[in-house]
């Protein structure tokens, strides 16, 4: 890709607004697995946690992804906006490390993830964070196939 099509940053706090807002704004993400039984993908709703620069989840340590997650942790994912209007294409890929969080990081997680979607207070909601290490936000309204790309 020529590098004019492509905005890089790294360090954390320098996140572009846009890939804040685009995080906040969704709420459905794909997360990819990959063990010796080959690759796998879900979809999970997600709540964002700004300051930590993770995506909170809930899924069960008995499916195929939560089983996975224990063997090898390098995830990939997207979150995307669904359209068929080329100029209006916005995704987001990414790559992170997904553990099961502890102490503060579980309190933070469940409270926040328990705001965005109440209704998972009444379910077993087992939750998992990715730590983002790369993401990459394409936004076609920007001029096609640009991309803002962050990396820690």
């Known amino acids: 890709m020529p590098a004019s099509k ?3 940053i790294t360090g954390w706090k320098m996140i572009d607004e846009r890939i804040k ?8 993400l794909t997360i ?15 709540v964002w946690l700004e300051e930590e620069n993770s995506l909170v989840f809930t899924t069960g340590t008995e499916t195929r992804h939560g089983k996975e997650f224990l063997v090898n942790n390098i995830v990939a994912g997207s979150v995307v906006l669904e359209t068929r209007i080329i100029g209006m294409i916005r995704g987001i890929q990414f790559r992170g490390i997904v553990t099961e ?5 579980a309190a933070t997680a469940r409270n926040a993830y328990l705001r ?29 196939g640009k991309k803002l790309m962050w990396e820690k």
């Open 116 to 144: 965005r979607f109440p209704v998972a207070m009444l379910m077993d909601t087992h939750l998992w964070v990715v730590q983002l290490i790369y993401i990459k936000m394409t936004d076609n309204r920007l001029g096609f």
């Open 32 to 46: 990819a697995t990959s063990t010796d039984d080959g690759a796998w993908c879900a979809n999970c709703f997600y």
């Open 6 to 8: 492509a905005i890089h």
């Open 101 to 105: 969080p502890e102490g503060d990081l």
């Open 21 to 28: 807002k685009f995080f906040r704004k969704h709420h459905v």
